[in-house]
């Protein structure tokens, strides 16, 4: 790949960050610390589902995984070495440090589930990177 393509994914890649750490971490809603942790799997979507419905579910288990599908793309078209177990343990490293610092910083919620599906997020990327990739060669 041409080195100012390179430069072009690696500025989206770190724009993407910037706007992600934005949401989770550096956001201006706080939780109230008794709520901060949550590490029963999928509990709290459950009892989502029985305050909101169904819609509020989808929502937060979609969004989470939206929101690490250009995790999955980008990484590998900036780091073209780096193969899909390394993506996503990557994928899923990163939404620990985004769950470690919404608990420091009091701005969300400490879950479980968020790692899954976001981890889930990060792999989906990875696949729709590599059908890109295998459709371009």
């Not at 990163?94 to 608990?103: C, H, N, P």
């Amino acid at each position: 790949m041409k080195k100012s393509k390179c430069k072009v994914w690696a500025i989206l890649f770190f724009i993407y960050l910037a706007i992600l750490f934005r949401i989770t971490v550096f956001r201006s809603r706080s939780y109230p610390v008794e709520f901060a942790v949550n590490l029963s799997l999928f509990t709290d979507l459950a009892a989502t589902y029985h305050e909101n419905g169904i819609w509020m579910v989808l929502y937060l288990v979609i969004g989470n995984i939206i929101w690490f599908v250009p995790f999955g793309i980008l990484l590998p078209m900036v780091c073209r070495i780096l193969k899909s177990k390394a993506v996503i343990s990557l994928g899923f490293c990163l939404s620990l440090i985004i769950e470690v610092g919404q608990l420091i910083t009091g701005k969300g919620m400490f879950e479980i589930d968020d790692l899954v599906l976001n981890t889930l997020g990060a792999a989906i990327g990875y696949l729709i990177y590599k059908i890109y990739r295998d459709f371009r060669k």
